[in-house]
């Protein structure tokens, strides 16, 4: 495997797109491609991905609200909130529908921001969340948000900790989130994304989904690691049956951090969709 | 589900390559995209799904080598042979690279031609044939090939063996089997497909494909019918083994004639497919 490229290779910008103010990280020219992390996440956990497809596509990868260096409003986290967010940030680029390539938190904000507003998203690639997720998944899910708001002594002891939370990402790939995610206060490092947003964030997660999946009229390719916890086999078998007609990727080997885990499958599998 | 589209509906021409004259059925104008069927049918079986997708493409339906009113040489039946058909075609029809999209042995030879000819292919829709089938799928394919040849009384009594052979095969889609596969012959109707063909055809299936698979580069969608005897769960999963960035789509209750038996999810499946 090739060196996984920096998310500092990336443009840093920030995008007023008259609703709400997003930290972007852009990069390469061509049509729209825009990157959703997943939560407590940030937009330097999928820079990697983006950096690879920047030679064709203007790839975007976003701060989604209340995470990295984006507006923290007090409220406001549910999913359509969040596609909203999307829809907004798409107007403003102007440069036409967008692929939307997203990540846990950020495969459900593109899913139903492509079901609610099609006429801005190209196609989805939406990696480990779907409908039927188990709701012991849910609550332990949300336990492991809520702990990650310590304070630090260092970024190696932050990398401790991901690492430890994380077992499965590489090294390289836990140094990005914890160099990206965690800001100097008094007596250490805290994550930058905000506590209150996270844990409304999380609740908001066990909303239904199966409504924005029978909506969806956009292309849509399914990815979920072979051993994800987050995403069972038997919540991708449902929402196969509820959308047999959509395109599933299994990634042998990953957990639910697919395209930290498994890069090269990942970026593979999204061109295969992207280029048919 | 709407009325499927008639086969009478494509323009039927013969085109010579060069090397093999080949009937086809064909439709609309745009990019190319092909169709080649399964072992002892014709252009015919999936002109329903062409017409589909001739608002936007050149849809050229084909009857492969053997088959049909194609050329029937006394040998070349093997993946190789079809393969080199399948490049000259798009050579000669000389409207850029083509999408392919094949049934069965249309499947095996569409793959095949991806991986030796990757420069005349955009993608591959793969229906419901993989590496790894099952020798004893093998041998009932054979046996059912070569228990086809029959002297028929009328179109009526092909349309009862097909019903009997093809048990989830839609009414409309048995009577375009029956009406576009047999010809008159002296005390009733024979198969167009030459027997001899088809068994040397049959026997060319059980060859390795896991080599065209490994060097396949360009995108390929791979469908298979949830409940389809050719190709198992088993077969499928080893092959997503092999390739994991392949995309899957299953269509649940669709045994191995899938576009036949669910048109409407094929359709909406490729749809998604080419338009990510």
Do not use: W
Request: charged share 20%; proline share 6%.
């Amino acid at each position: 495997m090739a060196a996984i490229a920096s998310p500092d290779d990336m443009i840093r910008r920030r995008i007023d797109t008259g609703r709400i103010s997003l930290n972007v990280r852009e990069m390469g020219s061509g049509p729209l491609m825009l990157f959703f992390h997943g939560i407590t996440a940030n937009s330097a956990t999928l820079a990697p991905l983006a950096v690879r497809f920047s030679d064709r596509f203007t790839t975007v990868a976003v701060d989604q609200r209340g995470h990295g260096l984006s507006d923290k409003p007090d409220s406001g986290y549910e999913a359509a909130d969040f596609a909203e967010d999307i829809a907004s940030l798409i107007r403003t680029l102007d440069r036409g529908a967008a692929v939307l390539v997203g990540h846990s938190l950020g495969s459900r904000n593109s899913v139903t921001a492509a079901a609610l507003y099609p006429e801005l998203v190209r196609s989805v690639v939406a990696i480990d969340f779907t409908p039927y997720i188990e709701k012991e998944v849910f609550d332990a899910l949300e336990a492991r948000v809520n702990a990650g708001d310590q304070l630090f002594e260092n970024t190696e002891s932050v990398c401790e900790y991901l690492a430890a939370r994380y077992p499965n990402i590489p090294a390289p790939a836990i140094r990005i989130r914890a160099e990206s995610g965690y800001h100097n206060v008094e007596g250490g490092l805290r994550p930058l994304a905000s506590p209150s947003a996270m844990a409304q964030t999380a609740a908001g997660l066990r909303a239904d989904l199966t409504q924005a999946y029978r909506d969806l009229r956009r292309p849509a390719l399914l990815v979920r690691g072979g051993e994800s916890k987050l995403v069972s086999a038997d919540a991708l078998a449902k929402t196969s049956r509820l959308r047999p007609d959509l395109p599933v990727v299994v990634v042998p080997g990953a957990d639910h951090y697919v395209n930290e885990v498994s890069p090269d499958i990942t970026f593979q599998a999204i061109t295969n969709f992207i280029d048919a």
